[in-house]
């Protein structure tokens, strides 16, 4: 057996014996599960009903406002037109009120189009502002169409509510916000990925600078060489890593699997929609179709995908770690150097989630997700969506000609920082270190 080989199983063995990483491997998937059901705990309470106050000169939009009220509305209004404008103030101070909707008397309504005001100590939410506006646009286009002696209710005849359907080639009923669904599965994979590489990088960093500062490394470096050290780190946790989400996609699986038969979806390949709607009743259908829907994702594209960026990713990104570990006393030394590696993980998150759920093949997509530095994010986003074999190549071979390439840079920093105790590094240093 090889001494690398040797490293890598220590360093494995190490990480999936240790408590932690037994615990948080069957705990992250339950606690993923109740944060999610939480926040749709939360985004269902209703929020505290807030007062506002009308005080409406014109006397043409109170009842609009009032229409607006119910057991269920955020905003109760109420008309306080008869009493004066300055004491309505004062309760707004004494916290009665949230606000004051002041609409003047004017002689002609065209006017109603900016003196109105809302006054109020806080900045109110966009979405109300919106919904008043709102209100005051479709009373005052009714009275305009009246005062033009349009007939109001032929023109609200006349409006029409278009509702498209969304079908396949085939003939099979598709679903609205597919696309969604498709960008909030690739976007949990390259999540995963970004606090993978950050997690089990950070694993690495830590080990080096342990066995660096305890003087373990002087005896190890005896045997090995410390490019076998750096690498056999690499591997030997990239494998638990790995591990990891070989457990949680199991899990996964048969949580997938046991919700498909629940709601009746045929997961075989001779299921249709009409299939999954006939098999159970109306309520369930809607859920059924999109059950059905992610069976039809590319599964294994995304899961062999996932693998083989995170391996990449980790194999790029960790070398980086390994070198910072190895240059460094401490992990506080590390702070300044840590901050252009997290970056480009941060920036590709973003480019996922503003770029490729509006244009998945699009130009700044398709460039984003060839950079080795955030490909593994941008390119595991684009996949749910279909993406041509070539690009997924020239992808993959640009990540792992770049791991080649850096770790050749880190190993030479490696070599030296081993073995440097007492100095905190520069960039120039690290510079030098690599020539």
């Known amino acids: 057996m090889s001494i690398i080989t040797l490293i890598i199983k220590r360093e494995f063995i190490t990480k999936v014996r240790n408590k932690s990483f037994i615990v948080m491997t069957f705990l992250s998937p339950l606690l993923f599960v109740a944060i999610a059901v ?72 065209k006017l109603l189009e900016n003196k109105i005001q809302y006054i109020s100590n806080d900045s109110p939410g966009i979405a109300f502002i919106e919904n008043m506006q709102d209100i005051v ?74 066995e660096k500062t305890s003087r373990i490394v002087e005896i190890i470096i005896s045997s090995v060489k410390p490019f076998q050290l750096m690498m056999g780190k690499i591997i030997g946790t990239a494998l638990a890593g790995l591990l990891q989400f070989f457990i949680w996609a199991c899990l996964g699986f ?28 109306e309520m369930s259908s809607s ?19 996932f693998v083989v960026y995170f391996i990449g990713g980790y194999l790029l990104y960790s070398s980086f770690y390994a070198a910072i570990g190895a240059a460094v006393d401490n992990q ?39 950079i080795p530095l955030t490909s593994p994010i941008v390119m595991l986003m684009r996949i749910p969506f279909g993406v041509p074999l070539w690009q997924i190549a020239i992808s993959v071979t640009l990540l792992f000609a770049s791991f080649l390439s850096v770790v050749w840079f880190a190993g030479k920093i490696y070599r030296i920082g081993i073995l440097m105790y007492g100095k905190k590094p520069t960039w120039k240093e690290l510079y030098r270190w690599m020539k």
């Open 38 to 109: 939480f926040v749709a705990y939360l985004s269902s309470m209703k929020p505290d009903t807030k007062r506002i106050a009308i005080h409406d000169k014109s006397g043409l939009f109170v009842q609009e406002f009032l229409k607006k009220n119910s057991k269920k509305a955020t905003y109760d209004y109420q008309d306080l037109t008869a009493l004066d404008l300055n004491f309505l103030k004062d309760s707004i101070s004494a916290e009665a009120y949230e606000g004051i909707i002041y609409i003047p008397k004017v002689q002609d309504t």
């Open 137 to 210: 646009a479709n009373k005052l286009t009714k009275a305009n169409l009246e005062k033009a002696k349009l007939d109001t209710l032929a023109i609200k005849k006349a409006q029409a509510k278009v509702v498209i359907n969304i079908t396949k080639a085939s003939g099979e009923e598709s679903l609205k916000g597919l696309n969604e669904i498709k960008i909030g599965i690739g976007g949990a994979f390259g999540y995963l990925i970004m606090m993978f590489i950050i997690i089990y990088g950070n694993m690495v960093m830590r080990s080096v600078i342990e």
């Open 254 to 281: 048969i949580l997938l699997f046991s919700v498909s038969l629940f709601f009746g979806v045929n997961i075989g390949p001779v299921s249709g929609a009409q299939d999954v709607l006939s098999a159970q009743p």
């Open 287 to 305: 859920a059924a179709l999109y059950i059905k829907e992610l069976w039809n994702l590319p599964i294994a594209g995304i899961l062999a995908g």
């Open 332 to 370: 506080t030394d590390s702070q300044q150097f840590l901050m252009p590696i997290i970056m480009p993980l941060i920036l590709s998150v973003y480019v996922g989630f503003f770029t490729v759920i509006n244009d998945p093949h699009g130009t700044v997509a398709i460039v984003f997700s060839m």
